[in-house]
């Protein structure tokens, strides 16, 4: 039987995480820590509740990989226990040699080096499967968390004139610095 949600080339699998579909089982721990004011601070949701993740499960559902303007969600869960602690997305940007990406964890997660290996595997799915060019990260400038994971992956960063009040930063990364980082590795 076809998955509810579906991605041919997931699940992926790290040394600690794997990366696959959202499944409706996810929706209460997506919820909880989207919920949370340090995980909200700088992303672009107030107040989350468990109506608005299931809204946002409706939308995920009938969504094929690739097409443009879309945001394809990706959950990040443990390798050992299935548990979701995390979600990461693309956003295939109508360029087609190029996309955006975003990364959330759950608190609990955090300062163990997950986001680093889940978004190290989302950026091979990037350059290695799907053959872009480019990836962006848009931050906002005051996420340092965010700024260093970035960095720590080859990104570099300059000021973006941001279309709202915040300040926000533009991270961008070819695939040729990928792929000089990791023959240097
Ligand atoms: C951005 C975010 C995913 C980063 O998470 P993170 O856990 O700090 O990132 P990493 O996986 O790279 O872990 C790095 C931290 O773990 C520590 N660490 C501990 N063990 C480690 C290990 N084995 N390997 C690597 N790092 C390890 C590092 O020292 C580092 O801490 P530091 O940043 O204080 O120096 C997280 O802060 C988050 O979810 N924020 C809210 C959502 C958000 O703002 N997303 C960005 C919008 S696009």
């Given at each position: 039987?076809?998955?509810?949600?579906?991605?041919?080339?997931?699940?992926?699998e790290?040394?600690?995480?794997?990366?696959r579909?959202?499944r409706?089982?996810?929706?209460?721990?997506?919820?909880?820590?989207r919920?949370n004011?340090?995980?909200?601070?700088y992303?672009?949701?107030e107040?989350?509740?468990?109506?608005?993740a299931?809204?946002f499960?409706?939308?995920q559902?009938p969504?094929?990989?690739?097409v443009?303007?879309?945001?394809y969600?990706?959950?990040i869960?443990?390798?050992e226990?299935d548990?979701?602690?995390?979600?990461?997305v693309?956003?295939?940007?109508?360029d087609?040699?190029q996309?955006?990406?975003g990364?959330t964890?759950?608190?609990?997660?955090?300062?163990r080096g997950?986001a680093?290996?889940?978004?190290?595997?989302?950026i091979?799915?990037v350059?290695n499967t799907?053959?872009?060019?480019?990836?962006?990260?848009i931050?906002?400038a005051h996420?340092?968390?965010?700024?260093?994971l970035?960095?720590r992956?080859?990104?570099d960063q300059?000021?973006?004139?941001s279309?709202?009040?915040?300040?926000?930063r533009l991270h961008?990364?070819?695939r040729n610095?990928?792929e000089?980082?990791?023959?240097?590795?």
């Amino acid at each position: 039987m076809m998955p509810e949600h579906h991605c041919r080339h997931l699940p992926i699998e790290c040394k600690h995480l794997l990366l696959r579909d959202f499944r409706r089982s996810d929706l209460a721990q997506f919820a909880a820590y989207r919920a949370n004011p340090d995980i909200a601070r700088y992303q672009g949701w107030e107040d989350f509740h468990i109506g608005d993740a299931e809204e946002f499960f409706a939308i995920q559902l009938p969504l094929r990989f690739g097409v443009a303007g879309s945001w394809y969600q990706v959950a990040i869960a443990s390798l050992e226990t299935d548990r979701m602690i995390g979600d990461c997305v693309i956003h295939f940007t109508g360029d087609e040699t190029q996309v955006e990406i975003g990364f959330t964890l759950a608190p609990e997660a955090h300062g163990r080096g997950f986001a680093f290996e889940a978004v190290s595997a989302l950026i091979e799915l990037v350059f290695n499967t799907l053959g872009k060019q480019r990836i962006i990260a848009i931050t906002h400038a005051h996420n340092d968390a965010a700024g260093r994971l970035l960095t720590r992956l080859g990104f570099d960063q300059c000021e973006h004139a941001s279309e709202g009040a915040d300040p926000e930063r533009l991270h961008t990364l070819h695939r040729n610095q990928w792929e000089a980082a990791i023959n240097t590795n």
